[in-house]
């Protein structure tokens, strides 16, 4: 029975038989590889995915993970049913009749029958059906192994506890020393359980953060793509006001162009019909009739010369400004992000150690040769060469770039106010009040509370932007040089104002970009 119920929980809900090649849904449900894989083509077509056993639904088609650990159970299940399977009753000889029972002392396997009669006669060591019985015995002697060896951790047969290398050894007999092993895997078991519980909580929260990013991301990507199909259709509206105004300037020149084309048109036939008019008057022989001939007067009179408009290439771009500028106005409305802001920082001078050098814009701290003898200061750092941002952030998103040297030790990253000033837990990223990114020693590394990760960015970092995201407790460093890349994301609850900070040593410089 209790094989049977184990079978049917390594059943696949779809085939019915044991799982073949098992991987798992988010939703936890568990099918053969093969099964899910055609479930899903079929409801492709539909473009609607969903669990053949619970029915929840997926926006996605769902990706497959494989469940190694049942996997292997399954190859065992398996296992051990063939061997049932092959072993069948020694005594039977009408037919292959399957045992339930093997005999460590006689070597045989005896079916239901046989068995009750065995039962009768003697009193053997019976197992689990099994065709090797060879395990059962010793290498060495061939004799059942009856007595277990605890200085050697070995099972053995009577003759090794007699003669040999064990003569003289504790050794006591196997359905003793497998009892106390038992016990110490019950103990082993109860320590174990509350530790799966918490690593099932664990795999548990894991699945939800997955499936609320995954979740997230879908989301994400439907309002990118509804954003950006918005802005195409703005954008042609917008193209076709400025095409309108290139086309209606078109029309107007064109128009005005036959019209000119007709008045020459016109003038040129009067021209002609007064060039017949003289000509036929030079011939005429009657001076009296040329002299009195009323039309020999006009033949000078000037032609009008028409005037043709020019295209209005400032109008186009005014049309063309006005469409980008209320484009990008209709953008920054409807967009459904909110993205950082850029923020401008000054260096605080009554933070800053008394070995820096700050620049008088406030935006570049190095190390000087000498003391700068300022005033003390309750906000100094006197422990080591660091200095705060006036600015200090305790909502919001934000954002700040930084160019940094090539030579010397640096760190950047932010810091609470509250931060010992002097002290070897002063330094930023050694206590639990401040995160940094820095180099050192030509390695760099993300630190916080002392808790140091090593990072191996892919070019010389000389230029980086800091993201702060306040209420969701996430810093993130990037680097700008070429290529561009995520450094790393400190993720925590903040609980106090944040400042940027500064930590510069030996040629070191930290430059705050406008």
């Not at 029915?55 to 769902?62: A, G, I, K, S, Y």
């Not at 002063?426 to 050192?440: C, E």
């Amino acid at each position: 029975m209790a094989a049977a119920s184990f079978g049917h929980e390594l059943s696949c809900s779809i085939c019915l038989d044991v799982y073949t090649e098992p991987v798992t849904l988010r939703c936890g449900h568990i099918f053969c590889q093969g099964c899910i894989v055609t479930a899903l083509d079929a409801q492709e077509r539909s473009g609607v995915y969903s669990c053949p056993e619970c029915r929840e639904m997926f926006q996605d088609r769902p990706v497959l993970e494989g469940n190694k650990n049942l996997s292997n159970i399954v190859d065992n299940f398996i296992a051990m049913e063939q061997e049932k399977q092959e072993v069948q009753c020694t005594f039977c000889m009408d037919g292959p009749v399957p045992a339930v029972k093997t005999c460590q002392h006689c070597e045989t396997s005896m079916c239901d029958n046989h068995l009750a009669a065995h039962n009768k006669t003697v009193d053997h060591v019976l197992v689990e059906p099994t065709s090797s019985l060879i395990s059962k015995k010793c290498s060495i002697h061939k004799k059942l192994l009856e007595y277990y060896c605890s200085e050697d951790s070995t099972c053995l047969c009577v003759s090794c506890c007699l003669v040999g290398t064990h003569k003289g050894h504790q050794v006591e007999l196997l359905e003793e020393a497998s009892e106390k092993k038992k016990e110490e895997l019950r103990y082993d078991l109860k320590k174990m359980a509350p530790k799966r519980g918490i690593n099932e909580e664990r795999i548990q929260s894991l699945q939800d953060h997955k499936r609320k990013a995954e979740e997230k991301a879908a989301d994400e990507r439907k309002r990118v793509t509804a954003l950006f199909a918005d802005f195409r259709r703005q954008l042609e509206v917008h193209e076709m006001k400025v095409l309108n105004e290139i086309t209606r300037q078109e029309e107007q020149i064109s128009q005005s162009v036959s019209d000119c084309i007709q008045h020459l048109e016109t003038q040129g036939g009067e021209l002609s019909r007064k060039m017949a008019r003289i000509e036929k008057m030079c011939n005429m022989t009657d001076p009296i009739a040329v002299l009195q001939d009323p039309q020999s007067d006009t033949a000078d009179q000037d032609m009008e010369e028409p005037s043709l408009p020019d295209s209005d290439d400032f109008l186009v771009l005014l049309v063309l400004q006005k469409s980008i500028q209320e484009l990008i106005t209709q953008m920054k409305s409807q967009t459904v992000f909110s993205f950082p802001k850029k923020t401008d920082l000054l260096l605080d001078e009554d933070t800053a150690n008394d070995s820096l050098d700050l620049s008088d814009d406030f935006k570049i701290v190095l190390v000087s040769d000498m003391d700068q003898d300022r005033p003390p200061s309750l906000e100094m750092f006197t422990e080591y060469p660091q200095v705060m941002s006036c600015q200090s952030f305790s909502s919001g998103r934000y954002y700040w770039e930084v160019e940094v040297s090539d030579d010397g030790d640096w760190d950047v990253g932010v810091s609470y106010a509250s931060i010992e000033r002097k002290g070897k837990k002063s330094g930023i990223g050694d206590n639990n009040k401040s995160w940094s990114f820095r180099r050192y020693e030509d390695e760099h590394s993300a630190s916080h509370d002392s808790q140091r990760k090593s990072l191996n960015p892919q070019s010389p970092c000389r230029r980086l932007r800091i993201y702060l995201d306040y209420e969701a407790g996430r810093l993130s460093f990037y680097q700008l040089d070429d290529p561009i890349s995520h450094l790393h994301t400190f993720t925590a609850t903040f609980t106090e104002p944040l400042h940027a900070a500064f930590y510069v040593c030996d040629k070191a410089w930290v430059k705050i970009s406008s």
